[in-house]
C-alpha cells in the first residue's frame, strides 16, 4: 500500500504575517478605546492612532467601526480566528460523546462558563454600541439569535440521551437556557454581585439539572 503523504498547510509568508500583526494591533487598539471612550466616542482616525497604522489602512481592512465589533466578537465567542465554526467546537465533541445527562449538563455549564467568560468584554461593548447605534443593534440581534440557535442545539444532546422534565417542551427549555446562560446574567453576576466564575460554573450546572432534566430517581421526595 503506499504510504500517505500528510499535506500541511503552507507556512505564512513574512508579508502575511506582517499583515496579521497589524490586523492584530488595529483589533486591540479598538477593543481597548471602545472600553475606554465607549463605542459611540471613538472615531476610525483614533484607532489608527492607537494602532499606529494610516487611517486608510483600517477602512480598508474592516471598512468601518461595525466591522471592527464584529471582528472583535467572533473570535470572542469562538475562541479562535481560524475561522472554524461555533458547532465545530472540540468541547461540543465532548459532550455530544458523553451519554449521562447529569454529565452533560456539568460539562454544557463549563462551556457557557468559558464562552461568556472569555466574550465578557466584547459583549460590554456590543451593549453600549447596540444603545447608540441601530447597525450595532442589529448585530446585536444576530448574535443573540446566533446563541439561542446553539442553545438548541445544546438542548438536542440532552434529548439524545432521554428525556427533559416532564411537561417541558425543547423550546421551554432553550428560552430556560438562554436566561440562565446569557450575557447579561453573567454579567450581573459576576460584574455586580461578585461572584467568580467558578461560582457562576456551579450555579449554572445546577440550575440546568434541576430546571431541565427529570428528577433523579436516587432523590427520593418526602411523601
Known amino acids: 500500500m503506499p504510504e500517505?503523504?500528510?499535506?500541511?498547510?503552507?507556512?505564512?509568508?513574512?508579508?502575511?504575517?506582517?499583515?496579521?500583526?497589524?490586523?492584530?494591533?488595529?483589533?486591540?487598539?479598538?477593543?481597548?478605546?471602545?472600553?475606554?471612550?465607549?463605542?459611540a466616542g471613538t472615531t476610525i482616525e483614533a484607532i489608527a492612532g492607537r494602532a499606529d497604522v494610516a487611517v486608510e489602512t483600517v477602512y480598508s481592512r474592516f471598512r468601518n467601526k461595525l466591522g471592527l465589533l464584529d471582528a472583535i466578537l467572533g473570535p470572542a465567542?469562538?475562541?479562535?480566528?481560524?475561522?472554524?465554526?461555533?458547532?465545530?467546537?472540540?468541547?461540543?465533541?465532548?459532550?455530544?460523546?458523553?451519554?449521562?445527562?447529569?454529565q452533560q449538563a456539568t460539562l454544557l455549564a463549563h462551556f457557557s462558563r468559558?464562552?461568556?467568560?472569555?466574550?465578557?468584554?466584547?459583549?460590554?461593548?456590543?451593549?453600549?454600541?447596540?444603545?447608540?447605534?441601530?447597525?450595532?443593534?442589529?448585530?446585536?440581534?444576530?448574535?443573540?439569535?446566533?446563541?439561542?440557535r446553539g442553545q438548541e442545539l445544546y438542548i438536542d444532546l440532552l434529548l439524545a440521551n432521554g428525556p427533559l422534565r416532564d411537561g417541558l417542551t425543547k423550546a421551554d427549555a432553550?428560552?430556560?437556557?438562554?436566561?440562565?446562560?446569557?450575557?447579561?446574567t453573567y454579567a450581573f453576576l459576576t460584574e455586580q454581585r461578585g461572584w467568580t466564575p467558578d461560582r457562576f460554573e456551579a450555579w449554572?450546572?445546577?440550575g440546568l439539572t434541576l430546571l431541565l432534566l427529570p428528577l433523579d430517581p436516587s432523590i427520593r421526595t418526602p411523601s
Do not use: M, N, W
Not at 77 to 102: K, M, V
Not at 121 to 147: G, V
Open 4 to 39: 500517505t503523504v500528510k499535506r500541511s498547510r503552507p507556512p505564512r509568508t513574512r508579508r502575511a504575517e506582517r499583515a496579521e500583526q497589524t490586523r492584530r494591533r488595529i483589533i486591540d487598539a479598538a477593543t481597548a478605546l471602545f472600553t475606554e471612550v465607549g463605542y
Open 77 to 102: 465567542i469562538r475562541g479562535s480566528d481560524d475561522g472554524r465554526a461555533f458547532s465545530a467546537q472540540p468541547e461540543l465533541a465532548e459532550i455530544r460523546a458523553c451519554t449521562d445527562q447529569r
Open 114 to 148: 468559558t464562552v461568556l467568560q472569555r466574550s465578557a468584554q466584547a459583549h460590554r461593548i456590543l451593549r453600549t454600541a447596540a444603545a447608540s447605534d441601530p447597525k450595532a443593534a442589529a448585530l446585536e440581534q444576530s448574535d443573540q439569535e446566533s446563541r439561542r
Open 174 to 184: 432553550a428560552d430556560t437556557y438562554a436566561a440562565l446562560a446569557s450575557p447579561e
Open 204 to 206: 449554572l450546572a445546577d
